[in-house]
């Protein structure tokens, strides 16, 4: 099955929708995951392992939340100038990772529809 979407066309697998959900969602993983732990790790290791560390006994405690979000708001503040530098070092990789997806798609749609033709099947 062929659907035209703007100026290109994009193919929908009808044999099998279930697999490419999961495909789908396997690369999505693929790309997210491995940035989002390189972040965590390095804000772990710049704030210190307590940083990762959910807090759930303060969930009753409203004011004890408070005053650890004020002293995670305070070092985050005192290191945000390596903070932002971790994510200006890190930023190419996770913007190529973001946008090759998409563009390798892109092009191997337009690939298709040259060869094809507007007017194929």
Do not use: C
Not at 72 to 85: E, T
Request: charged residues 15%; without cysteine.
């Amino acid at each position: 099955m062929a659907l035209w979407v703007g100026s290109f066309l994009a193919v929908i697998a009808a044999s099998k929708p279930s697999g490419n959900v999961w495909r789908i969602i396997a690369i999505s993983l693929a790309v997210a995951v491995p940035p989002l732990l390189v972040s965590a790790f390095a804000n772990a290791i710049v704030l210190g392992p307590d940083s990762l560390n959910p807090h759930w006994e303060m969930l009753a405690d409203k004011a004890a939340m408070d005053r650890f979000s004020m002293e995670q708001s305070r070092q985050i503040a005192a290191n945000l100038p390596v903070l932002k530098g971790i994510e200006f070092v890190l930023a190419p990789f996770l913007y190529g990772l973001i946008f090759s997806a998409p563009a390798f798609a892109y092009k191997f749609l337009t690939e298709a529809e040259s060869k094809k033709g507007p007017d194929a099947p």
